[in-house]
């Protein structure tokens, strides 16, 4: 069957990423049915090419024979590589050894965190604990208000300054220099890190960041171990809790992260541990 490369490369490629990844990849189950195909003797799961059709789906791809194509072609390649790979000891060498054995170990563990995480799901009790505790500290914290953040992170303090001063003397664009000019990932937004509270960015922005008026810069770079920080308040608002509903999947999540955080210390305090 003919297919068309650029859409066997797009998808060559995600396939070869669920394939690589167990976190984009849920867990399949073994079936009777024959192998999608064979390289050489060996198997290729029809268990596994049917879930990575429906990863790639639930990822914008449409299941046409095309697509079913191109991720077969894709995982047949990858099984004659890996093959050739092994024929010739490349799975022998040091640096390979060194490599399979993090990447095995990262499976472990991300079996091990999955497995826990399924037999001690944190239950809705826990979360609207957990929110009421969180609404109760909110509540004593009087006039707490919410700012709308812009940032720019650069490398050096003579960077930041020049920068700084761009935004001050010459009226540049605050979005414009975000994205041309900071380390910071938020300069895939332009800069714009959204609403936050003071507890939520670093100590030394926060004191800063509180003092400011709406549409403000602050008047010198600030230093954080990620760089030199210029921080813009595009705007503040006094804060309103949000409701259970509105922040129930953020408060599991964060419970989630604690309990896995526990689970980690619990089982390397009970380890025999030399350094």
């Known amino acids: ?22 976190g984009g990849l849920p867990a399949y189950a073994e079936s009777q049915l024959p192998p999608a195909a064979t390289v050489n003797g060996t198997a290729i799961s029809s268990a596994l090419f049917e879930q990575i059709i429906k990863t790639n789906v639930a990822h914008g791809a449409k299941d046409t024979p095309e697509m079913r194509q191109a991720i077969k072609n894709e995982m047949i390649a990858r099984e004659v590589l890996a093959q050739e790979s092994v024929r010739l000891g490349l799975d022998k060498k040091p ?30 009790a826990a979360v609207r604990t957990e929110y009421d505790r969180q609404v109760k500290v909110l509540s004593e914290q009087k006039d707490l208000q919410q700012y709308k953040v812009g ?13 700084l001063a761009s935004l001050h003397k010459k009226g540049a664009s605050f979005e414009n220099l975000a994205r041309e000019k900071s380390i910071d990932a938020s300069k895939a937004a332009d800069g714009n890190l959204g609403w936050l509270l003071p507890n939520q960015v670093l100590p030394a922005i926060s004191t800063e960041m509180v003092k400011l008026t709406k549409g403000a810069l602050v008047a010198a770079p600030i230093q954080t171990p990620t760089g030199w920080n210029i921080v813009k308040v595009e705007d503040k608002r006094p804060y309103k809790i949000p409701t259970l509903e509105e922040s129930k999947n953020l408060v599991r999540q964060g419970l989630e992260q604690q309990q896995r955080a526990e689970y980690v210390h619990k089982l390397s305090e009970d380890a025999k541990i030399t350094q």
């Open 151 to 163: 940032l720019i992170v650069l490398n050096s303090e003579t960077e930041a300054r020049a920068v």
């Open 95 to 124: 640096q390979a050894q060194e490599q399979l054995a993090v990447l095995h170990q990262n499976l472990l563990v991300e079996l091990l965190l999955k497995d826990y995480a399924e037999k001690n799901p944190v239950s809705d």
């Open 1 to 22: 069957m003919k297919v068309n490369n650029k859409f066997s490369r797009r998808v060559a490629t995600l396939t070869a990423l669920m394939v690589l990844s167990l």
